[in-house]
Nanobody, 121 residues
């Protein structure tokens, strides 16, 4: 089992920045690909970003490329999502997820409880 706890969400004006964190416990953190997904009201959960085991490979949705940066610190069992130039359409609940092999599909084995990000116009 892997337990994931997100933090760092909140209310920000358009153009602002937020940094989300996801602390993991349980299994060996460095064995897992870590992903961020988001779900807006009335919409399906969508892929935002993912990072490989060592942090050398990163993947982004086109909608956030160039604005968001995913990173991980395996010594701290934590993955981060730095979000810049936020837009109202980025408003959603953001979820952290862990899986041994999946990158973009929302079929990750483990999920956090989510953190709300609200971007006002």
């Amino acid at each position: 089992q892997v337990q994931l706890v997100e933090s760092g969400g909140g209310l920000v004006q358009a153009g602002g920045s937020l940094r989300l964190s996801c602390a993991a416990s349980g299994r060996i953190f460095s064995n897992y690909i870590m992903g961020w997904f988001r779900q807006a009201p009335g919409k399906e959960r969508e892929f935002v970003a993912a990072i490989g085991w060592s942090g050398g490979n990163t993947y982004y949705a086109d909608s956030v490329k160039g604005r968001f940066t995913i990173s991980r610190d395996n010594a701290k069992n934590t993955v981060y999502l730095e979000m810049n130039s936020l837009k109202p359409e980025d408003t959603a609940v953001y979820y952290c997820a862990a899986d041994r092999s999946i990158v973009r599909s929302p079929l990750y084995d483990y999920w956090g409880q989510g953190t709300q990000v609200t971007v006002s116009s």
